[in-house]
């Protein structure tokens, strides 16, 4: 099919090129050519949905929870997660990649890891390809070959979440781009039923990200969870370039005139049954 639309195209551009006939006239007269420039737009069209994917382009972000067993275990696992599991995940074409802890440590540390993939199938390939990845052995040899009585986890959750049509790709933070200080906040929102997470992406996805920036609250990413121990929920991050910034922000999101209006939807309401807020800031290296 492609090829008899490359010779069809080709014949085509040879008849326009002749001084006495001019396309307008070419695809007036000859409707077996007219039939051929829509098959060659269909294909083009079809050709740019396939390299879209099935979701239409959006991304995938695997979002990793590690949970270490006490403060005197942060070290190692930091330096195992900036110094060998970020660079080898860009190396397999993921990222940017997020690497966080929260900003006032607990007596048991979390770090939360930010994952984007393009697609579905890199999600499936990235232990085996770690397994491959002669570098990342390498570096994440002294963590990889800790005895089990000294393991510095307790464990590692992780959840699966597809972009939403809002925002389809994260977004570096212009703050991390010129190697500022900055603060994020990540949320959590349960839902109680399925058609109530659908309702909240369909919240977000009608008008709440404009409304959050016209306050001052630069989302980084937003995903709706397919994978995970929370469903149906959706998680989002933002950032900000103080806790103050932060604070004055969102002093003015339930004052704004559009998200007065957005909640009142009476379909909207009772579609978060619980929330969860982790303040975060950037492990060194991280890029996000």
């Known amino acids: 099919m492609f090829l ?3 010779v069809g195209l080709r014949w085509l551009l040879d008849r326009v090129a002749e001084p006495d006939l001019s396309m307008s006239v070419l695809i007036r007269e000859n409707k077996v050519m007219r039939h051929l420039l829509i098959a060659i737009v269909c294909c083009l069209t079809a050709s740019a949905l396939l390299a879209a994917g099935p979701n239409g382009g959006k991304q995938y972000f695997e979002l990793r929870e590690y949970r270490l067993k006490s403060s005197a275990d942060a070290a190692k696992v930091d330096e195992y997660l900036t110094g060998a599991l970020l660079p080898a995940l860009t ?3 993921a990222g940017p990649v997020g690497v966080f802890r929260e900003i006032e440590e607990r007596p048991e540390p979390i770090r939360f890891v930010l994952i984007p993939f393009d697609s579905i199938g890199q999600v499936a390939g990235v ?5 491959q990845d002669e570098e990342y052995q390498k570096t994440a040899a002294d963590y990889l070959a800790t005895p089990r009585k000294e393991a510095p986890l307790s464990r590692i959750r992780s959840e699966l979440l597809v972009a939403m049509d809002c925002m389809p790709h994260v977004k570096v933070p212009e703050l991390a781009r010129r190697s500022q200080d900055r603060v994020f906040e990540m949320r959590t929102y349960e839902s109680p039923t399925e058609r109530y ?3 909240k992406v369909e919240m977000f996805n ?4 404009p409304i959050f920036l016209d306050c001052g609250i630069t989302p980084v990413f937003l995903g709706q969870a397919i994978v ?3 469903m149906p929920n959706l998680t989002y ?3 900000y370039s103080s806790l103050e910034a932060k604070a004055e922000a969102w002093k003015r999101f339930p004052k704004h005139p559009d998200w007065i209006k957005l909640k009142a939807v009476p379909k909207f309401k009772g579609s978060v049954s619980k929330s969860h807020k982790w303040i975060l ?3 060194s290296g991280s890029q996000l």
């Open 237 to 239: 991050l933002t950032v």
């Open 127 to 131: 232990a085996a390809k770690l397994a």
């Open 91 to 93: 190396r397999l074409g």
């Open 197 to 199: 997470g659908e309702l």
């Open 281 to 283: 800031i950037p492990l």
């Open 228 to 230: 995970g121990d929370l």
């Open 4 to 6: 008899s639309i490359t």
């Open 206 to 209: 009608s008008g709440e990200v």
